[in-house]
T-cell receptor, first 113, second 117 residues
């Protein structure tokens, strides 16, 4: 079974731009969660989507948004990029139950200049 | 609030040594789940184990073993006869109820393990 895939793997943007990251879950998984990882703050939960609906949300500003498609693929968008948004963005998928094990993708490394 | 503490920021050992990674957690949930993930330099978090709060049986998987002690809120991870390939950052995580039947994972800050040849 193929694992979670994320595209692109690396991205360089400048302040003020916007960016869209993509995540394809493991086949049959209906939940997709997004995390931001930085050296200072560690791994922080952004949001979770299940059946095309946001089911859970972390404490991030509205510049961070996401969506999920009918095939469970998910996208995450960050608008008006700031230097502090430079991070590794990780996507995880699970079957969808409340406490199912999450399986992570390789991440997208975003650098904001 | 939920909290996961991995007090060891970095550990360095020589190959074949045993090493234990500590994890202490705080939660008010009566039912919760604990996880360990490994993050090699490539960046992907690799799932290692999941344990629920009502199963305190310790587990062994090859060179890996886990000691869950509910009385001390600890879920420690031991690697026996460490190998260079074990070098990675290891994260302990706890499920946090965020309302209704919604849960999210709270991660510790991670422990960087370096195994030297």
């Amino acid at each position: 079974k193929a694992g979670v895939t994320q595209t692109p793997r690396y991205l360089i943007k400048t302040r003020g731009q916007q960016v869209t990251l993509s995540c394809s879950p493991i086949s049959g998984h209906r939940s997709v969660s997004w995390y931001q990882q930085t050296p200072g703050q560690g791994l922080q939960f952004l949001f979770e989507y299940f059946s095309e609906t946001q089911r859970n949300k972390g404490n991030f500003p509205g510049r961070f948004s996401g969506r999920q498609f009918s095939n469970s693929r998910s996208e995450m968008n960050v608008s008006t990029l700031e230097l502090g948004d430079s991070a590794l963005y990780l996507c995880a998928s699970s079957r969808g139950g409340p406490v199912e094990t999450q399986y992570f993708g390789p991440g997208t490394r975003l650098l904001v200049l | 609030a939920q909290k996961v503490t991995q007090a060891q920021t970095e550990i360095s050992v020589v190959e074949k040594e045993d090493v234990t990674l500590d994890c202490v957690y705080e939660t008010r949930d009566t039912t919760y789940y604990l996880f360990w993930y490994k993050q090699p330099p490539s960046g992907e978090l690799v799932f290692l184990i999941r344990r629920n709060s009502f199963d305190e049986q310790n587990e062994i998987s090859g060179r890996y073993s886990w000691n869950f002690q509910k009385s001390t809120s600890s879920f420690n991870f031991t690697i026996t006869a460490s190998q260079v390939v074990d070098s990675a950052v290891y994260f302990c995580a706890l499920t946090e109820n965020s309302g209704g039947s919604n849960y999210k994972l709270t991660f510790g800050k991670g422990t960087l393990l370096t195994v030297n040849p």
